[in-house]
């Protein structure tokens, strides 16, 4: 997979960043233009764990995720990739029942919770041991790698297809939520969700609750941080943090873990999932080839590399 010709990836989120370095560290010449620096980005907001991805298209969708597991494991035994591995809980306020997405089976410690193991309120739950992944440290090793791959980096908004095309004749997409107005795609809409971050009383294991709800009770702890949740509301474009938000989330997470009680806030942040009824990731010819790669919902991180190969793959075929 080595070409001389150079390709645009706009976006420089987890998708956009996770793309460009796949294609830069395979020898091809990399342009990123992007509307925001990675720190401001959903990216950085989220979580973030690795978890199955209940997402369409399921068949191609169980690829990307159990690809993106195995390069998270490795990285973890990076320390300065932001990725470790942690134990905990994944828990739901109903009966889960015995069905178990496939990926699942990829953590090898996986087991029923005990009924003593979930907190009040909680029907059923599993523990395992998965990757977390510190995003504001984790895009930064994404740049970091990019850079060092020889990739070109610019904080550019891109205002339509027409101009991509014209200034690289290979493009991918990597817009997030952007592509609903770069693209003209009705089928992209956010997901609002916000975390608040408080400094670590001494949290090593993760918990996230499953299942329906627009308001998941999550902590995952990252060093000397711990990141709370969340909520997912529908069309919801602002990017505000609202304090009644921040004060249930602190809330159900203390209620859960007491040590979270009282535990000082650091901050807080809101980030755009981009939700789509299926992940776009396909070429389309547009003058020259485009590869969309966006509308990963609440799973870009957990199919990002996946689907990283998978665009790479497409853009430089194309
Ligand atoms: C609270 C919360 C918790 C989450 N937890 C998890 C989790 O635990 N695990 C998980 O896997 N996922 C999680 N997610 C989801 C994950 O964050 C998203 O799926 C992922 O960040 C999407 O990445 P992206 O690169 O597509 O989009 P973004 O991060 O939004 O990046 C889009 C990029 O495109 C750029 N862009 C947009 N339009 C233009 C334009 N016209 N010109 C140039 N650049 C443009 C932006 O500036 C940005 O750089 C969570 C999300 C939230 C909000």
Redesign the pocket.
């Known amino acids: 997979m080595t070409t001389t010709e150079p390709v645009l990836v ?7 960043l996770s793309t460009a370095v796949v294609l830069a560290e395979s020898g091809v010449p990399v342009r990123i ?4 620096r ?1 720190a401001e ?11 199955p ?1 209940l997402l369409q298209p399921a068949d191609r969708v169980q690829t990307w995720v159990t690809d993106t597991y195995r390069r998270l494991v490795e990285l973890a035994a990076d320390d300065t990739s932001g990725v470790h591995l942690a134990a905990g809980r994944m828990a739901a306020r109903i009966d889960l029942g015995d069905q178990l997405p496939p990926e699942a089976l990829l953590l090898p410690d996986l087991r029923r919770c005990t009924p003593d193991e979930l907190p009040d309120g909680f029907l059923s739950g599993y523990r395992a041991t998965v990757p977390l992944i510190d995003m504001p440290r984790y895009l930064d090793h994404l740049t970091a790698r990019f850079l060092a791959a020889g990739g070109e980096l610019l904080l ?4 339509s297809l027409t101009e991509a095309v014209e200034e690289a004749s290979r493009v991918v997409n ?6 609903h ?2 693209v003209g795609d009705p089928g992209v809409r956010p997901v ?4 608040v971050i408080v400094r670590n009383p001494g949290i090593t294991d993760y918990f996230v609750e499953i299942g329906p709800g627009t308001e998941p009770t999550a902590y995952m702890p990252h060093g000397d941080r711990v990141v709370l ?2 909520v997912a509301f529908e069309q919801d474009w602002s990017r505000t943090p609202e304090r009644e938000i921040t004060a249930a989330i602190l809330r159900r997470c203390a209620d859960v873990e007491p040590l979270l009680a009282g535990a000082e806030v650091l901050g807080e942040a809101v ?4 939700g789509r009824d299926a992940i776009r990731l396909e070429s389309e010819r547009f003058g020259g080839t485009v590869v969309h790669n ?1 509308g ?8 990002s590399w996946g689907c990283a190969a998978e665009a790479a793959e497409l853009v430089l075929s194309g």
């Open positions: 706009i976006g420089a989120g987890v998708i956009g233009r992007t509307d925001e990675s980005t959903t990216s950085a907001v989220a979580g973030a764990m690795w978890g991805a550019s908004p891109v205002s990597c817009t997030g939520v952007g592509a107005e770069l609002r969700g916000q975390h949740g969340s980030g755009l999932r981009p966006y990963h919902s609440g799973c870009g991180v957990a199919l």
